[in-house]
């Protein structure tokens, strides 16, 4: 596929911590859309069964609104992956701390054997905002919560919850490409 027709893949992960090596992912966000356009094509995400919770950050698990009761229909990782997989193939990958984001997602593929079928290609908005700051008086922190503020975008709400982050990361992709 034509790299400039490719499908921008915008991603939000709650985890249980920083640190992908010794935390999870419980929860995937996911907003597909045209690179052109930025139209949606697709919304989707899921919630996924923790396997460690003894090695969980408690801060992080309030941060990302975990409790038992609220993932009973979790997924295993793999079966969450598998979804993701397929509805990212040929997709590049966005999110606004995209380090920390494909982090997880990249260590969820070598963990469950899932074949990864996103371009190679990393887009961070976080970098995108930086890159734009002279156009962006005012902003000198660049994350979500402070580029949502500057562009009078609802912020996302608490507790985070991967959808809400992916909807955001999608609408501060839109206004920092109308710049």
Same mark, same amino acid.
Request: hydrophobic letters at 40%; charged letters at 30%.
């Given at each position: ?22 935390h ?14 930025l ?15 003894r090695?969980? +950050?408690? &801060?992080?698990?309030? #941060? ?8 009973? @229909?979790?997924? $295993? %990782?793999?079966?969450?992956?598998e ?24 260590? +969820?593929? &070598?963990?469950?054997? #899932? ?8 887009? @961070?908005?976080? $970098? %995108?905002?930086?890159?734009?700051h ?39 992709l839109?206004?920092?490409?109308? %710049?």
């Open positions: 596929m034509e790299f400039l027709k490719r499908p921008l893949a915008i991603t939000d992960v709650e985890t249980t911590g920083f640190d992908a090596d010794i999870e992912i419980i929860e995937i966000g996911l907003v597909l859309v045209d690179q052109q356009t139209k949606i094509k697709d919304e989707w995400s899921i919630k996924v069964k923790p396997r460690h919770l090695t969980a +950050a408690e &801060k992080a698990l309030k #941060v990302a609104g975990y409790n038992k009761l609220d993932w009973l @229909d979790a997924v $295993t %990782l793999k079966e969450a992956i979804i993701y997989s397929k509805k990212t193939k040929n997709a590049i990958f966005v999110a606004q701390n995209s380090f920390f984001d494909w982090s997880f997602i990249s260590q +969820a593929f &070598k963990e469950t054997g #899932v074949e990864d079928h996103l371009d190679y290609h990393r887009v @961070d908005l976080f $970098t %995108l905002g930086w890159s734009k002279k156009k962006l008086k005012g902003l000198s922190k660049f994350t979500l919560k402070e580029m949502c503020e500057h562009f009078e975008i609802e912020p996302e709400p608490m507790p985070h919850r991967a959808p809400n982050g992916a909807k955001k990361a999608c609408e501060i839109k206004k920092l490409q109308n %710049l």
